[in-house]
Antibody, heavy 116, light 107 residues
Framework: EVQLVESGGGLVQPGRSLKLSCAASGFTFSNYYMAWVRQAPKKGLEWVATISTSGSRTYYPDSVKGRFTISRDNAKSSLYLQMNSLKSEDTATYYC?????????WGPGTMVTVSS | DIQMTQSPASLSASLEEIVTITCQASQDIGNWLAWYQQKPGKSPQLLIYGATSLADGVPSRFSGSRSGTQYSLKISRLQVEDPGIYYCLQGYSAPYTFGAGTKLELK
C-alpha cells in the first residue's frame, strides 16, 4: 500500500525558515518524480514543486522560486521541502504527492502557519 | 502559464442525478488532465487521469471526456458519498495548474 506521511509543519515567524519532510513507503520511491502541493485555508490547490527521480531536475512556480527548495534522499525514501524567507501567504497545508499518473497518491498533509 | 477555467463553482444535485463539471484549458494540453475529489479535512483523491482513464478503485459512475481543450467529469448517478470539492489539474507543462474547484452538494 502506497503511504506518504508529511512532517515538520508548525508556527513560524515571517522571514524565517522551515523544512518539511515526507516519508514514503509501499512503492519504489526512486522510480517516481515527487511533488509538493499546498492549500491555503478554505482555498484551492496550488502546485509548489516537483523533483525528478534522481533529483537532478527541479521545477517551481514563480510564487516560490528562489525561496523554496525541493530535494530527496532515495536511500531513505524521503522527500523534503526547504522553505526560506517565509511570508504570511505561505500559510497552508502542504501535501506530498507521488508524480505517477500525474499526482496519483497524496499524504494527509502538514500545516504551516506563518505569523508573528 | 496555462490557465484552467473550471465551472460551475458550485452545484447542488439530487441522488441518482447526472452531474457534469468542466475545465477549459487556455491552450492545448493533450490528455494531460486529471480530476480529483476532496472531502473536508482530507487530501485529494485521484479519480481520472489521462483525461479519460479511471483510477484504481474509483466507481464506474465517474467518467472523464475531452473535446478539444474542454474537459469534463461526469458522475452518472450521484450517490450519497459523492459530495465534496472537485478539482482538475493540467500536467502538460510547468507550472502545473489546478482549476479553482467545484463544490458539489446534495440537494
Amino acid at each position: 500500500e502506497v503511504q506518504l506521511v508529511e512532517s515538520g509543519g508548525g508556527l513560524v515567524q515571517p522571514g524565517r525558515s522551515l523544512k518539511l519532510s515526507c516519508a514514503a513507503s509501499g512503492f519504489t520511491f526512486s522510480n517516481y518524480y515527487m511533488a509538493w502541493v499546498r492549500q491555503a485555508p478554505k482555498k484551492g490547490l496550488e502546485w509548489v514543486a516537483t523533483i525528478s527521480t534522481s533529483g537532478s531536475r527541479t521545477y517551481y512556480p514563480d510564487s516560490v522560486k528562489g525561496r523554496f527548495t525541493i530535494s530527496r534522499d532515495n536511500a531513505k525514501s524521503s522527500l523534503y521541502l526547504q522553505m526560506n524567507s517565509l511570508k504570511s501567504e505561505d500559510t497552508a497545508t502542504y501535501y506530498c504527492a507521488r508524480h505517477g499518473r500525474l499526482l496519483d497518491f497524496w499524504g494527509p498533509g502538514t500545516m504551516v502557519t506563518v505569523s508573528s | 502559464d496555462i490557465q484552467m477555467t473550471q465551472s460551475p463553482a458550485s452545484l447542488s444535485a439530487s441522488l441518482e442525478e447526472i452531474v457534469t463539471i468542466t475545465c477549459q484549458a487556455s491552450q492545448d494540453i493533450g490528455n494531460w488532465l486529471a480530476w480529483y475529489q476532496q472531502k473536508p479535512g482530507k487530501s485529494p483523491q485521484l479519480l481520472i487521469y489521462g483525461a479519460t482513464s479511471l483510477a484504481d478503485g474509483v466507481p464506474s459512475r465517474f467518467s472523464g471526456s475531452r473535446s478539444g481543450t474542454q474537459y469534463s467529469l461526469k458522475i452518472s448517478r450521484l450517490q450519497v458519498e459523492d459530495p465534496g470539492i472537485y478539482y482538475c489539474l493540467q500536467g502538460y507543462s510547468a507550472p502545473y495548474t489546478f482549476g479553482a474547484g467545484t463544490k458539489l452538494e446534495l440537494k
